[in-house]
């Protein structure tokens, strides 16, 4: 006598295998949109921000500056969520410069597993996502 396989038992590994997919998607997909939602939010506002700073150190070298004293540094509502940025006070270098390793942060109401970085080094500025590691 031969044994076959009845159609609820092909069903049910169908359906057992559709699931594993579909969890194995949204496990990726997610974080995924989410980061390109944060880096469209907010490389725009962090980039304009390090402009500020290197027109206002261009023009008062040696100056200290706050993220207060900046517009662009605000929090803003964009289509993603509210930004808030994360400024550390710092002093332009005597020669009107940014000094290098200046970073500054962008956190969204997005999510709360990454945030955006833009630093300031010789090559110009490099934007990226990270992951949160602790709470703001």
Avoid: W
């Avoid at 069903?11 to 997909?29: Q, W």
């Avoid at 206002?56 to 207060?68: E, L, M, Q, T, W």
């Avoid at 994360?86 to 997005?110: E, M, R």
């Amino acid at each position: 006598m031969v044994r076959a396989y009845t159609i609820i038992e092909i069903l049910l590994v169908i359906s057992l295998i559709s699931f594993i997919t579909l969890y194995s998607i949204i496990h990726f997909y997610i974080p995924y949109t989410e980061k390109a939602s944060l880096a469209t939010s907010s490389f725009p506002s962090l980039r304009k921000y390090l402009y500020d700073i290197i027109n206002y150190c261009n023009n008062h070298p040696g100056a200290s500056y706050n993220g207060s004293m900046f517009s662009s540094c605000q929090p803003n509502k964009t289509v993603y969520g509210n930004l808030t940025f994360q400024v550390p006070n710092s002093t332009c270098t005597l020669d009107g410069q940014v000094p290098l390793g200046y970073k500054v942060k962008a956190f969204s109401t997005i999510t709360n597993r990454f945030y955006a970085v833009c630093i300031y080094n010789e090559t110009g500025i490099r934007c990226y996502i990270t992951p949160t590691t602790s709470t703001k």
